[in-house]
DNA sequence: TAGCAGTTTCGTACAAAGTACGATACGGTC
DNA sequence: GACCGTATCGTACTTTGTACGAAACTGCTA
C-alpha cells in the first residue's frame, strides 16, 4: 500500500475521484500536519477538486474519520493463526505500533469512533484466530486479547504524547518543562531523568519490547 | 439586568470567572456532549459570561484542553511510596480507569497535548516514587512505569471505544454491526460473540483486573 | 466624595470550516 | 440529437475561534 503526499503547490492527482482516493489523501494531509490540518477544502485542494465534489464519494467529515481509521487498520501486519502464536503476535503487536506511530492522529480517533470498519473487523478477527489457534479457551482469549491490545494501543497512545522522538532528544524538552516548574517539586522525575533517561541515551520505543515480552511470557505460562 | 438567583437550574454560576472555574465548566460540558460539544460560545453559556470574557482567563482553546487534561489527572488518587507497592499501583490504576470512564474525551486528547500540566507531573512523579521505594532499579522502573501505564490508558482508550457499557448491552450493537457484513466474514469474532461475550452477559470492565494482576504479579517476580 | 488605575467583561466583526441545495458538465445508450 | 445516470461544482448559510478595542467594575487615594 503506497502513498504519497503531493508536497508542495502542485495538486496531487487530477483523475476521477473515489472513495479510496480521497480516504488516501485524507490519510496523507494528517500524517503531514496533524488532524486538523485535514479540512474539507484541504482535502479537495489536495485531490485538484472542489470542496463540494468530496461528498459526493463520502457521507461527511465524520465518515471520513471513521474511514481513515479503517485505513490505518488495514495496514497493521495479521497475525497467521497457523505459526507460532507468540512470535505472531509480536510481529501483529509491532506493526501496530509502527502503522501508529506512522499516523499519530489515528490513536486520539479511536476513542470517538464506535462504528468500526471492514479492515479493522478482519484485524480483531486475525487476533483471536491465532489465540484460539494457540490453544487458549474462549475465556482466556478474551483475557488474552483485551490484556495484548491494551498494551499495544496504549503504548502507541503514550508514544505519540511524548514531546519528544528517539534517543537524545529528552534532554531539551525535560529541561524546559523543569524551568516552568518549582525546583524540587518532583524529585523523582528528576532523579529518573538525570539518573537514567538522559544518562544512557535512553530510548522510549526500546520499552516496547521488553512490557510485550513479560505479557506474552506470561499469558505463555497459563496456556501449560 | 441581571440577578443572580436560587434556583440554579439553568448557567451555572454567575460569581466572578477565573482559570477554575472556567476549565471546570469545559470538563463538565465535555462530560455532557463530548469534545465536540465543548465551544467557547457553550462554555461562556455555561458560566453565565459572554464568549470573550472567558478569553481574559486563559489563552485560548488550546490552552483550555491542555488545562482539563490536567484537570483529569489531578482527579486520579495518586499511589502512596510507603505502602504494599502493589495494592498502592492497583488503587492508583483502578482510579485512573474510573477517571477516564467519567472523562472519555480526555483519552483522546492525551494523544494531541504535549505539554504537561502540574498534575500530570505530579501524578507520574508519585507513580515513580512507589516504584523505587518498592525497590526497583532506575532501569526497572522505566520498564514498569511504562508497561503499567501503556497498559491502564490502553484499557481505558478501548473501553472509551466501545460501542458498549456493561453486560447485557452487547448483544444489539454487534447485532447490527453482524448486519452489515457478508456472514461468515469473521467467523472468530462471531465465535467469541456467540459463544462467550453473550453467553456470560459479559462485562468487558471485569477484564481489567485480570490483565493488571498478571503485570503486577510479572513484576514482582522480576523483584527478588 | 470625586477621580483614577488596574482588572474584568463584553460588543462587534471577520476568517475558516462543514455542508445543504440546486445547477452544471460528462459519458454512454437509443 | 434526446435522454439519463454519474460526477463535479457555485453559491450561500451556519457554526466556530478569536482579534480589537470599548465599557463596566473594583479598590484606592486625594
Do not use: C
Not at 481513515?68 to 505459526?83: A, K, M, N, Q
Not at 478477527?125 to 489465540?131: E, G, Q, R, S
Not at 539518573?195 to 544512557?200: A, E, S, V
Amino acid at each position: 500500500m503506497e502513498r504519497s503526499v503531493s508536497t508542495g503547490d502542485t495538486p496531487r492527482g487530477r483523475q476521477r475521484l473515489s472513495r479510496e482516493r480521497v480516504l488516501d489523501a485524507a490519510v496523507g494531509i494528517a500524517d503531514a500536519g496533524g488532524i486538523g490540518a485535514l479540512t474539507i477544502r484541504s482535502l479537495a485542494q489536495e485531490l485538484g477538486a472542489k470542496p463540494m465534489s468530496v461528498y459526493y464519494h463520502v457521507a461527511g467529515k465524520e465518515a471520513i474519520l471513521d474511514g481513515i481509521v479503517d485505513v490505518v487498520f488495514s495496514e497493521i501486519d495479521l497475525p497467521s493463526p497457523g505459526g507460532d502464536w507468540r512470535s505472531e503476535l509480536r510481529r501483529r503487536a509491532a506493526s501496530a505500533r509502527q502503522v501508529l506511530r506512522r499516523h499519530r492522529w489515528a490513536i486520539g480517533l479511536m476513542e470517538s469512533r464506535t462504528t468500526p470498519g471492514p479492515a479493522t473487523l478482519r484485524h480483531h478477527d486475525a487476533v483471536i484466530a491465532t489465540l484460539r489457534a494457540a490453544g487458549f479457551s474462549l475465556e482466556m482469549t478474551a483475557h488474552a486479547y483485551a490484556l495484548i491490545d491494551s498494551y499495544t494501543y496504549g503504548f502507541a497512545l503514550q508514544e505519540a504524547g511524548l514531546p519528544f522522538e528517539g534517543p537524545d532528544t529528552v534532554a531539551p524538552v525535560a529541561d524546559s518543562i523543569m524551568e516552568q516548574f518549582p525546583a524540587g517539586d518532583y524529585p523523582h522525575l528528576v532523579e529518573m531523568a538525570t539518573g537514567y533517561y538522559f544518562k544512557t541515551s535512553y530510548d522510549f520505543a526500546d520499552e516496547f519490547d521488553f512490557g510485550l515480552n513479560l505479557i506474552l511470557d506470561a499469558l505463555s505460562n497459563s496456556l501449560s
